[in-house]
């Protein structure tokens, strides 16, 4: 049992490694020392030719990585904000709250998030005052999009803790509502949070993605997502596929990292 | 018996909102594209614009649904769509979601089967195959297999279609069936069923399947939904002229009236679906059934 909890920890410090290493060498390489990535093994790329696969596949990483990070930070957060003034509020309020999550869990990530862009861009061409840079709009639309699956697992997890005999006790000793979540909930929460946090970024790296492949969204500087979604043309090309495979490997990486490191976040929370 | 009912009340629920939700949103943006907003529009346009989704209408919302059943084209003439053709992109992209769906049982047996093995080797595997099918835009292989399959014709582009969109979800499906499956063969029923001298196939086929059941009911609706959001892709890449394909083509020429209407196609889709194992479930877990009587 040791061994394996063991296991599961070393598995978690090198998803966060691969997570963190990516983000590194992919910033130092673009915005540091550009000129490493100048040499590269696959290649100019086809559609851009003044640019190696290297330069726009690593290059876009960061920026996916960042948008990812914080995007499935608003989002875990807007859930846990939902979900505690729904248990706070209990009854009637509680019910709608969660069934207003349902409603937005219930529809495709994409479908949402090109309503949400549509309406946006929609916005900004009628009144240019209102238009928003493209990676804050991404990350407002994917947090948009991802609250719903946090809030319902957090109000899930609040009531299952809030039921269990010690909160009780602690209750019975006069606790209030803010020191039991100081004390007792928040303790029992940070695990299963972060975990929510990691499971979020390749959820909305792909998202993004598969938004850019539609040609809806325009993330400046490219990101990963985006140099997936826009080089796919390339692949009807002889050897295509040396355009698209180095940038699918990163994003398969980074998928691998974030499991790996959702679950120590999840042995913690045990 | 009232719990499913309620079940089954939450889930149509959703549409409602949807419907409501999506028309509200749209309804609130300002008239106009980028081109538009340069030229000033002729009053004519903004008035058709506005009949045709019933912008300031009592009733407003019902407008697009009016022209359907009226059988009149949603949207502009060139790229609209009446209700008849409507529904056969629906059945079209249903066809495709459910042939996916059964290849998606088969990855997740295959999973089950392969993540059940010992060995460092199904360990990897274990790790990787997830990794990579979750890390794994649709298009990606989509656009590998287009050159192949997209001409050919013979029902092949939808076989495909299918192939790509059920990776995923077959892979979580499969995830989802191991760990079912090993938490509750970790149960003191099983030992006990054992202990007794029943064949480990009996308890397996009589124990352990129908608890395992209801957990894979409930990833059904999930899945339905990963498998839809597939096929907006999917339908691009190959061409399909299905319901996908129709959705991000409205997006994309901003047909407000369709985005509405498919918008709100889609959540009783998946509504749908959701009464489908609402009904399932009450034939094959026993508890829901008891959970309704006296």
Redesign the interface.
Known sequence: MKASRDNLRRSALAGLGILLGLWALSFATSAVWPAALGRCPFGYDVLRPDSTVCELAIGGLWVSLSIGIAAGAVATLFGLLVAMAARAAGGVLEEGSIRLADAFFALPDVLILMVLQFAAQTLADVHPALKVAPAPLMIASLAAVGWSGPARMFRNRFATLEAQDFIAASKALGAGRPFLLRRHLWPAMRGYLLAILVARIPAAILAESTVSFFGIAKVEPMSLGRYLGTSYSSLLYPSGARIVVPAWILLVLVVLGATLSAQGAALDRE | MPRTFARIG?QL??VP??AL??YL??AA??????E??KRQLPPELVASYRRDLGIGEPLGFLRPWQKLFRGERLGTSAQGVTGEELLRKISGSVGVGSLAMALALTWALAFAVLRSRRGSGARVMG??I???A???????PA??L??YVAEAGHWLPELAAALVISASPGIFLGALLTDAVRAELSRDYVRTALGKGLAPGSVFRRHVVPNVLPALLDSV?PVA??L??GS??AE??FGLPYFGQL??VA??Q?QVAI?VVA?TC??AL??AV?LCVELVRLFVDPRTRAAGQP
């Not at chain 2, 943006?29 to 980028?34: M, N, Q, S, T, V």
């Not at chain 2, 979750?134 to 990606?140: D, L, Q, S, W």
Request: net charge positive.
């Open positions: 939450r629920a959703v909102i949807v939700g999506s949103l749209i943006l300002p008239l106009g594209a980028e538009d907003s790790k990787m997830p990794a990579i979750f890390g794994t835009p649709v298009f990606i656009l590998l287009a050159p609706g939904t990963a839809l959001a907006f892709a691009r890449v959705y991000v997006v994309l901003k985005v918008t889609f959540a998946l509504a959701g």
